[in-house]
């Protein structure tokens, strides 16, 4: 009997690699569940698409991330991160950064929302449980990047299930919290030129000239809140709570 082939040459020459691009798909495998591979250049990353993308559970735990907080509930106030527990910790950002960018490509938006959660999640316990400075530094200089593919994806999510106003609102609860990213970093007078920002600011927008969109009734509520025109904010208060809850 001729010995099975263990090279993986012909599914390569199916699926070309493509510079700059994330190139991915959602396949069947074994046990009749789905996995979501990405082509890369010399190869193909394949990950499951619930859970850890590698599909184990660290110490029986869905994640890593699940596996510290546990961890953190029974140690003592001064737990700090040991050296083997930053490298996996920096191990998991990387499987969800690859799977992350996956669903965005895919445009599957609530799952690459998702996934963002968890790593934001993963730097915040990291930064409050460091034993290192330059370690979360090295982590804290991605938290816009993840923030935007966050807010991006919730908001893309928001339009193809609830409407643009809920999008235009996702988008700008997501602007608060770049706001105060850069108050706590005592860099508030960069906010309007970052980069970011400005590309959210943009996709609002053409939300709003796309969908013709004028102020949503949360913006108004801002507007109104801010120009001391409280009659006008309560009854768009009620007009809020019957949107939310239309048996009020």
């Known amino acids: 009997m001729a010995e099975r082939r263990q090279d993986i040459d012909r599914l390569l020459n199916q699926w070309p690699f493509e510079p700059g691009e994330v190139t991915a798909r959602i396949v069947e495998a074994t046990g009749d569940r789905e996995v979501l591979q990405m082509r ?95 370690w979360s530094v090295s982590h804290e200089q991605y938290r816009p990047f993840v923030l935007f593919h966050r807010v991006q994806a919730a908001a893309l999510a928001k339009l193809e299930d609830d409407g643009p106003d809920n999008a235009i609102g996702e988008i700008n609860e997501g602007l608060d919290m770049f706001r105060a990213m850069f108050v706590e970093y005592e860099a508030e007078e960069r906010f309007e030129e970052d980069e ?18 004028g102020r949503t009734l949360d913006e108004q509520l801002t507007d109104a809140v801010a120009r001391e025109q409280y009659e006008l904010a309560a009854q768009i208060r009620d007009k809020i709570s019957k949107r939310d809850d239309p048996q009020i």
């Open 196 to 213: 970011l920002v400005t590309r959210l600011v943009e996709l609002r927008e053409s939300l709003r000239d796309h969908y013709t969109v």
């Open 40 to 134: 890369v250049e010399m190869g193909v990353l394949q990950m499951e698409v619930t859970g850890r993308p590698d599909g184990t559970k660290p110490h029986g735990s869905e994640s890593y991330l699940d596996y510290l907080i546990h961890q953190t509930l029974y140690e003592d106030d001064d737990f700090q991160l040991s050296e083997e527990q930053c490298g996996e910790v920096d191990r998991e950002f990387v499987l969800y950064y690859h799977r992350r960018i996956c669903w965005l490509a895919l445009r599957r938006f609530a799952d690459a929302a998702a996934d963002a959660d968890h790593t934001l999640a993963l730097m915040d316990l990291g930064r409050r449980y460091s034993p290192d400075e330059s």
